[in-house]
Structure formats: C-alpha cells, structure tokens
C-alpha cells in the first residue's frame, strides 16, 4: 500500500459525520427560530432550557436547545477573524450560555450559514469553516445547524453543494469535539443522495408555514424531486408530501429533516397539529420544538410529550414510514396509508385525511403489509391506538383487541390522522404470559 493510499484511509473517516456516533435515533430538542426569530438574547434560551426541565420535557428525550440566527455581532472579530456574538443579547458570550446549558444537564446547539451571510443578514461561515468550527467547540456547542443563504452560487449540482457542505463536515470533526451536523440546504440538490456522507440530518424542503395546506408561491414545487426552487412558506402538509420518496435515504445517524415543529404557534388546530407531530414521528424527522415553551397550553403540552409516537420516532430499528397510498378525493385533498418497521417484528400504520370533510375508511391488511407478504397480510395483530390512553393506565396506546383483516369502518375528521402500532397477536400472547 502506498503512503497516498494509507493517507487517504487515514482521512476519510473523519469527514463521515454520520459516523461520528451522534443522532443514532433522529434528534430532539428546542429551536429559537419558529417563535422569536430575530427576537432572541440570552433570557430567552435559558428560559426555555430550564423550561424543558420544570415541563419534564427532558424525560421524553428533548435534549438540545438550540440558538437560530441572529445571535451574531455586526462583524467577526478584526483581528483573528473569529465569530462574535452580539453584545448586546449575549452579554456574557455564548460559552457562558452553553456552560450554564450544560449545567442543566441539556446539550447546547448554534447556527450558521454555509454563504457569506446568514439568512437573516449576519455573517456566515462560508470559506471560515476552520475558525468558526474551532470557536464553536472552545464554546461547547454540540449542534450546529447550517444555512444555505448567500451562498454565491456555489450550487446547482449536487457534487458542488457536497464540497460546499463537506468543508463544515470536515472542520468540526477536525475539533475533536462530538458536533451534531444538521444541514439545512432545502433540499437543493438531492442533499438524501449526497448529506449522508457529511452529516446527521439534512432538510428535505424549503421553510414550513405554520399552516396545514395553504398553497404560497414562495414554495412553488409540488414535488421535492428536481426541484429549482424550495423557497419557503411550505405548507405542513406539502412537506409530508416531499417527505414521501426520500424516506428510503434515511436511516441511524442520517435523517430526512422536514424542519422544525410548529405545535402550539396558533397556526393550526389540535387535529392538524396532532397530524404534524405523527407524521414527523413516523418518518423519522427530527423533532425539535419550535414554539414558546415557557408558555403553552395544556393540549400543547398533551401532543409534544406522546410519549408512544416518540418511541415511534425514536425505534431503534431507524426506518422512516413509507406512503403506501395516496388517493386524490372530489372534494378536494387526499386520504393516504403510511406504514413503517419498527423492532421485535412491530408494526406502525397511520391513515392521514388531508381532505376538507370527514370520511369512512376500511383499511386492509393487504395493504398496509403490502411489503411484508401473504403471511403478514392474514396474520392476526393486536392494535394500539396511538392517539387514545389506556383509561385504567393514562399511558398513550389504547389496546384495541385482535384483528385479522384490517381495520373496518375508520371514521377519520378533516385534517386528522389515526396512527396504530401493530403487534402480531402471538408476540403478544407471549408478552402476557410473561408478565403473570
């Protein structure tokens, strides 16, 4: 083996950030963006880090509070060139922030943008990755979620956005210090084709509105696939839609990123918002908050910590849901199946009505196995419905009994969605003989 061999061995694991042991299940945590935007400072952050503590949300895996944008002074430093925070709202410095984050026993997350610039007009990491990555890990920051504004043209293909994106992949693994990488390019380029090399999530669309189904040209495609132009203002339910092909590209480590939750920022009802957070479970979406947690409502509160759609999304198994169906409706909107893996031979199935009315569905088991085959789609399963308590425990996941067909005559509202864990009857007859 030559030296160039051996040193090309020597170098390629350390830019596989996906392989840097982080995000084994999709991440969970806290985002300033979705609520606060620019409106951000010190108070704000470890006001909702020590709300995730007082709401207990830390039990249910939420873990890393993460400062968006606009955390940023007017320029770098002048003379080393490193990043500087803003006076101003972090008078302290970020590393006191993280210090006192970690103090918390939670993880502390920043961002950036892979241009000259970011999103919000500050400045970006694009040809600083050394030093921004080398600041970032002096300040114990363990998340970095990374823009794609200003990028100067340094797009278009995906081999060109990969070097553009492999340099931040590069630096932080270079620090040492374990950083979580989330690329945040849109899905410009087919970053589930290329991201899975550099980084532990990648967002698939342009930015979600807190709003079902709205359509806004700022978010023009109607599929993700060779899309020119992601934008922004993506309505919920399109980016379940772009979600639905790419979800063979994800797996431990490596997420389809369908962006931050918008649960309890007024935009959508219970019912949208109960669909919101099923459907980022199910194919395996990272799920960071994006609300105000210092101040939310008890149904709020009721969604963000079901705690049987989180295993969901947290089953080490690591497979997305895939779209089994989808029928377009007259009266406008669609019905669709989803179906997902999940260990010990269990199951997931969601049925998702994006429709304007309710309606009555016989969900087959022929369908909802179609991957599994003959024996798995007359088999008989116990059901558990996600979305109702056990009244006698209060725990998520109301066993319905034993099915052998299907699920007959599911009456399903507007903008709801039903999701069912699928045990086959067996394994459950074993399971409770175990337990007398």
Same mark, same amino acid.
Not at 230 to 237: Q, W
Not at 288 to 315: E, F, K, P, R, Y
Not at 383 to 397: E, I, R, T, V
């Given at each position: 083996?030559? #030296? ?5 061995? @020597?170098? &390629? ?35 909702? @880090? ?16 993460? &400062? ?7 320029? *770098? ?11 101003? /709202? ?6 006191? &922030? @993280? ?22 007009? *500050? ?49 932080? %693994?270079?620090?040492?210090?374990? +950083? ?22 990648? =967002? ?9 189904? =709205?359509?806004?040209? *700022? ?34 480590? /490596? ?48 969604? +963000?910590? %079901? ?5 969901? %999304? ?8 895939? =779209?089994?169906? /989808? ?16 260990? %010990? ?17 016989? &969900?087959?088991?022929?369908?909802? #196995? ?47 969605? /039903? ?10 007859? =074993? ?6």
């Amino acid at each position: 083996m030559t #030296f160039s061999l051996l040193a090309l061995v @020597a170098v &390629v694991p350390a830019v596989l950030a996906y392989d840097n042991g982080l995000a084994r299940t999709p991440q969970m945590g806290w985002n300033t963006w979705n609520h606060f935007g620019c409106g951000i400072s010190e108070d704000t952050i470890l006001s909702a @880090a020590k709300a995730l503590i007082s709401n207990n949300l830390t039990s249910y895996g939420y873990e890393y509070v993460i &400062v968006d944008d606009c955390w940023q002074a007017p320029a *770098r430093d002048p003379s080393t060139g490193a990043p500087v925070p803003d006076p101003e /709202k972090f008078p302290n410095g970020i590393k006191d &922030v @993280a210090d006192q984050v970690h103090n918390l026993g939670l993880k502390f997350g920043i961002y950036s943008s892979a241009g000259t610039y970011t999103c919000g007009g *500050r400045f970006g990491s694009l040809d600083h990755e050394e030093i921004d990555a080398q600041t970032y890990a002096s300040w114990g920051v363990d998340y970095l979620k990374y823009d794609n504004c200003y990028n100067e043209g340094r797009a278009g293909t995906p081999m060109i956005s990969y070097e553009r994106y492999a340099n931040m992949s590069r630096a932080l %693994n270079a620090t040492g210090r374990p +950083i979580l990488y989330s690329m945040c390019n849109w899905g410009e380029d087919g970053p589930w084709n290329f991201a899975v090399d550099i980084a532990n999530s990648w =967002r698939i669309s342009g930015d979600i509105h807190d709003d079902f189904d =709205r359509y806004d040209d *700022r978010c023009p495609c109607t599929s993700i696939l060779d899309c020119k132009l992601p934008g922004f203002h993506c309505a919920m339910s399109r980016i379940i839609d772009f979600a639905a092909p790419v979800g063979q590209k994800a797996g431990p480590g /490596k997420w389809n990123d369908l962006d931050m939750l918008e649960v309890g920022n007024g935009g959508m009802n219970f019912d949208e918002y109960v669909t919101h957070f099923s459907m980022w479970a199910l194919v395996k979406s990272p799920l960071i908050l994006g609300n105000d947690i210092t101040n939310m409502s008890n149904d709020t509160l009721a969604i +963000i910590t %079901n705690d049987a759609l989180i295993a969901v %999304n947290q089953d080490p198994n690591g497979s997305p849901a895939n =779209r089994i169906w /989808k029928r377009t409706l007259p009266e406008g909107g669609d019905l669709q199946l989803w179906q997902g893996s999940l260990v %010990n031979n269990q199951f997931v199935f969601a049925l998702m009505n994006t429709s304007p009315n309710p309606q009555t569905v016989n &969900v087959s088991f022929t369908d909802v #196995f179609v991957d599994q085959g003959a024996s798995y789609q007359s088999a008989t399963f116990t059901l558990y419905d996600l979305w109702q308590k056990d009244p006698s425990s209060g725990a998520w996941g109301l066993n319905l009994g034993e099915f052998s067909s299907g699920v007959p005559n599911v009456q399903i509202g507007t903008h709801q969605t /039903k999701v069912w864990k699928a045990v086959p009857a067996s394994n459950s007859k =074993r399971r409770d003989r175990a337990e007398l």
